[in-house]
């Protein structure tokens, strides 16, 4: 049976710049913890062929047809949560495209449910229900040890899928069910035990680069501009606007007509801008390349 030693998780272990964290007056709980935070970024750049690594990872699988699923539990699970949810506004990606699998359910999203991290069976039949071969599945354990996200990993693994794992202690024994270990050292919390802290930046930082990095690959992103949003809300519609007129070089009340030709999607009213195409031409070119903006506008 798999019985870590809790004791000795880099997670457990005691600050000792945060000893005095309860006689500190507010001023001082502040600075310490911005001090704390600022070697975060740092212990996450120094794990940059990692991510890289899965970057690489994840962008493939999507190319060839797999979807990206992130298990966690607690804070970790919730982190996952929140990156699933933020890839279909950012780069119009359907729902199943990228998921998440939270220990407890959706219910443990909004109120915390503790001992579900501990449910191993539940993990593994909630990847048997939805992932398949091609699928990648990223596991997100703080403490590396987390035995939710051990039976999710090694399901994912007898369904033929790749996997990753987000932890913050390099010497995980969930790292053998992993393609890819990404395990910054962000040192101890300043409240002891408590990951929602610096493990859980570190945790955001990581799942940011992941996703962006990946639908930058597959040729959602021209530039640096989010040509692939979803104009849902006036400040999407009036960025949108924007993207088109700037990057298809023509008026506001040009790009406005463009935009509404191309039903609402930017990519198209871009390129039907630049290269003087129909909507539906400029759609077929696009598929045509991929979905890659740059592609249409350099050939």
Request: net charge positive; glycine share 10%; proline share 5%.
């Amino acid at each position: 049976m798999f019985r870590p030693r809790y004791g000795a998780l880099p997670t457990e272990q005691p600050n000792p710049r945060s000893r005095r964290l309860d006689s500190l007056a507010p001023v001082e709980i502040v600075s310490l913890m911005n001090r704390e935070d600022r070697g975060v970024a740092v212990a996450v750049g120094r794990v940059g062929r990692e991510i890289a690594r899965a970057v690489t990872l994840v962008a493939g699988a999507l190319q060839s047809g797999g979807r990206l699923f992130f298990v966690g539990a607690g804070t970790s699970g919730r982190l996952g949560v929140l990156e699933a949810a933020e890839c279909p506004p950012t780069f119009n990606t359907p729902p199943s495209l990228v998921q998440a699998i939270m220990a407890g359910g959706r219910d443990s999203v909004f109120r915390s449910r503790e001992g579900a991290e501990d449910r191993a069976g539940q993990g593994k039949r909630a990847v048997a229900r939805r992932v398949r071969a091609g699928d990648v599945v990223v596991g997100i354990a703080a403490s590396g040890v987390t035995p939710f996200v051990r039976a999710a990993l090694a399901e994912a693994r007898r369904r033929r899928g790749r996997t990753v794992l987000v932890a913050m202690d390099r010497r995980s024994p969930l790292g053998r069910l992993a393609d890819v270990v990404i395990a910054p050292r962000v040192g101890p919390e300043v409240l002891t035990g408590s990951t929602r802290l610096k493990a859980g930046t570190a945790t955001k930082l990581i799942l940011n680069v992941l996703t962006t990095a990946a639908f930058v690959r597959l040729g959602k992103v021209y530039g640096n501009w989010m040509v692939d949003l979803q104009p849902r809300s006036r400040k999407l519609r009036a960025r949108a606007e924007r993207l088109v007129q700037i990057l298809g070089k023509v008026s506001r009340a040009r790009a406005r007509r463009h935009l509404r030709a191309a039903g609402g999607h930017a990519k198209v009213a871009i390129v039907m801008a630049r290269r003087n195409l129909s909507a539906r031409a400029a759609s077929r070119l696009l598929r045509e390349a991929g979905g890659s903006l740059r592609r249409c506008l350099d050939a």
